[in-house]
T-cell receptor, first 114, second 116 residues
Framework: AQSVAQPEDQVNVAEGNPLTVKCTYS??????LFWYVQYPNRGLQFLLK??????LVKGSYGFEAEFNKSQTSFHLKKPSALVSDSALYFC????????????FGTGTRLTVIP | GAGVSQSPSNKVTEKGKDVELRCDPI?????LYWYRQSLGQGLEFLIY????????KSGLPSDRFSAERTGGSVSTLTIQRTQQEDSAVYLC??????????????FGQGTRLTVV
């Protein structure tokens, strides 16, 4: 069975500093990995995904994520954080060998401090 | 419509009453998901529909919860005899399966359910 772990409930970073939001996964086959963002009182918005190919994936709003197969990780990164990046971030996974269901982590609240 | 539509956006109900939550997926999307997000919590998977296949109901928390999808489009999540712990935001998402597993899911704005 597939699962996703986001080990940090809360991440604080100063504006202008690089940010990392961590995600690890467990699947039987090859993973399809996704990041979503939820702004206050808004629905979830898709940020980026890894399907195959380059391990570094670029997405919306300057975010990127690095797929690391040996560490089963898919950490979200941004070189320079903005206050407007403050939100709840969710990592999700599908198992290529599975039934196409989509499982989410518990979320990480990112706060960018001015 | 262009996106996933959920109704109502807010629902307040008395403990013990039944409620129905509706989801209109993006036209042509064959996969439909229901999740629950409690205050300060992550996304809890409830149920997943894929085309005409039997739904994956493994996430439904009790037999008070059920869902159906008519005609492969609109879905209704029903909660019977609501309890206060059912209070949460219920999120619906849909995706295509032209490339199974590889496509992102699109979310509705959710239904905020409050059981009093």
């Amino acid at each position: 069975a597939q699962s996703v772990a986001q080990p940090e409930d809360q991440v604080n970073v100063a504006e202008g500093n690089p940010l990392t939001v961590k995600c690890t996964y467990s699947v039987s086959g090859n993973p399809y990995l996704f990041w979503y963002v939820q702004y206050p009182n808004r629905g979830l918005q898709f940020l980026l995904k890894y399907i195959t190919g380059d391990n570094l994936v670029k997405g919306s709003y300057g975010f990127e994520a690095e797929f690391n197969k040996s560490q089963t990780s898919f950490h979200l990164k941004k070189p320079s954080a903005l206050v407007s990046d403050s939100a709840l971030y969710f990592c999700a996974v599908r198992d290529e060998a599975g039934a196409n269901n989509l499982f989410f982590g518990t979320g990480t609240r990112l706060t960018v401090i001015p | 419509g262009a996106g996933v539509s959920q109704s109502p956006s807010n629902k307040v109900t008395e403990k013990g009453k039944d409620v129905e939550l509706r989801c209109d997926p993006i036209s042509g999307h064959t996969a439909l998901y229901w999740y629950r997000q409690s205050l300060g919590q992550g996304l809890e998977f409830l149920i997943y529909f894929q085309g005409n296949s039997a739904p994956d109901k493994s996430g439904l928390p009790s037999d008070r919860f059920s869902a159906e999808r008519t005609g492969g489009s609109v879905s209704t999540l029903t909660i019977q005899r609501t309890q206060q712990e059912d209070s949460a935001v219920y999120l619906c998402a849909s995706s295509t399966t032209n490339f199974p597993g590889r496509v992102e899911a699109f979310f509705g704005q959710g239904t905020r359910l409050t059981v009093v």
